[in-house]
């Protein structure tokens, strides 16, 4: 198993996907389309990484830009601790490192955001430091690779696992190497199925594949079952003079989804009535109230089933901590998480009636 580098890099060269952060792997594009990866498909990270970099082009521009502008960028791909780590590292990297990423594990790895995965992407792909880099893809090729039985979930389980890849990685190429590994995990040595072993170039050496149990391969623990929460969430519009506007709340500063803008929502499932009261806690008066259909959103610990109702205000008081958003403020500015993507997509509807966009 030591020696699985040259079939492994001769089909890599073959079967690769031709994908911009490959084509031109500087460290900052390494490690942004990295941190993008974590959680998304390749299809699903592409248009937000080339929007990224076009209005982002370096660690400089990263580290300066404006939190609103950050989160904008960022919306839609969920878990925004990790665009908020990205600039926290861009900060000391302006600060220590003169703007570029260091050549360096460990120094890769001390920055916010960089875990042992990331900087061993980093530290391999763009700096050739023959150091391993074991997502879950690659962990999943591992263990089938070497028949382990073992709870992959289990922190000593992954670290022998690691231990073996970085016996692995070869001293030449060892950027191409790694990137071969999680590509034949992504393409072929797939999750949750049969793996593709008749096409893999690694199927004479495999000792999953040799005693027939790499379908069954990694063992994981159970995951704990994930918290559900109803909660009502509103859809409160308000014509105003310059135009409709609809009532954004940012988020406190710690936990789920902290510091984000949000639709008013509160837990529980509300009828229409206590609905209409909810509002005129927030300071908004609405005469009617509308259903509107269900949504679910999925975190990571906890699930969100929610119930919406849009509410046209007529009156409300001014000084409450909420703000009154235009389609074009939605558009261009404001960054709603997709935890409410049931909602946000009749506001541009509900938002232009009669044409008042109201800018
Ligand atoms: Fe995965 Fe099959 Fe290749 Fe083994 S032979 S690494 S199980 S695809």
């Known amino acids: 198993m030591e020696n699985i580098a040259p079939a492994l890099l001769d089909w890599f060269y073959k079967n690769r996907r031709i994908l911009p952060f490959r084509e031109d792997p500087t460290p900052y594009h ?39 502008k950050l989160h904008k960028l960022w919306e839609g791909l969920g878990y925004y601790s990790r665009v908020r780590n990205l600039q926290k590292a861009a900060k000391i990297v302006c600060e220590q490192y003169g703007g570029q990423l260091p050549a360096d594990y460990a120094a890769l790895r001390a920055l916010p955001g960089i875990g042992d995965y990331t900087a061993g992407a980093i530290a391999s792909i763009s700096f050739g430091i023959p150091v391993p880099a074991v997502d879950g893809n690659v962990l999943r090729v591992l263990a089938r690779l070497l028949d382990c039985h073992d709870d992959i979930t289990r922190p000593a389980v992954k670290k022998a696992l690691a231990t073996k890849a970085a016996e692995m990685v070869p001293e030449d190429f060892p950027g191409m190497f790694n990137q071969a590994l999680m590509e034949l ?93 909810y509002a005129r806690s927030l300071g908004a008066a609405a005469q009617t109230v509308f259903p509107l259909e269900e949504g679910r959103h999925v975190f990571t610990h906890i699930e969100w089933h929610m119930k919406g109702f849009m509410l046209p205000v007529d009156h409300f008081s001014p000084g409450w901590d909420g703000t009154w958003m235009s389609a074009g403020q939605l558009a261009e500015e404001a960054a709603l998480p997709s935890a409410f993507r049931t909602y946000a997509r009749l506001l541009p509807g509900l938002l232009e009636e009669n044409g008042e966009t109201g800018d």
């Not at 990484?49 to 609103?68: G, K, N, Q, S, T």
């Not at 040595?189 to 391969?217: I, Q, R, Y």
Request: aromatic share 4%; hydrophobic share 45%; proline share 7%.
């Open 30 to 68: 390494v490690w942004l389309s990295e941190v993008m990866l974590q959680q998304t498909r390749v299809s699903a990270a592409l248009p937000y990484y080339e929007r990224f970099l076009a209005v982002l082009p370096d660690i400089p521009a990263l580290a300066v830009c404006d939190e609103e």
């Open 185 to 277: 995990g992504q393409t072929v040595c797939l999750p949750n199925t049969v793996p593709h072993c008749l096409e893999c170039p690694l199927c004479g050496g495999c000792a999953g594949c040799a005693a027939g149990t790499a379908a069954d391969l990694p063992v994981r623990a159970p995951k704990k079952a994930r918290r559900v929460e109803q909660r009502t969430v509103l859809v409160l519009i308000c014509q105003m003079a310059a135009g409709r506007r609809v009532l954004l709340r940012r988020r406190g500063e710690k936990g789920l989804l902290a510091g984000l803008w949000e639709l008013p929502n509160t837990q529980g499932w509300l009828s229409a009535d206590e609905a209409q009261a």
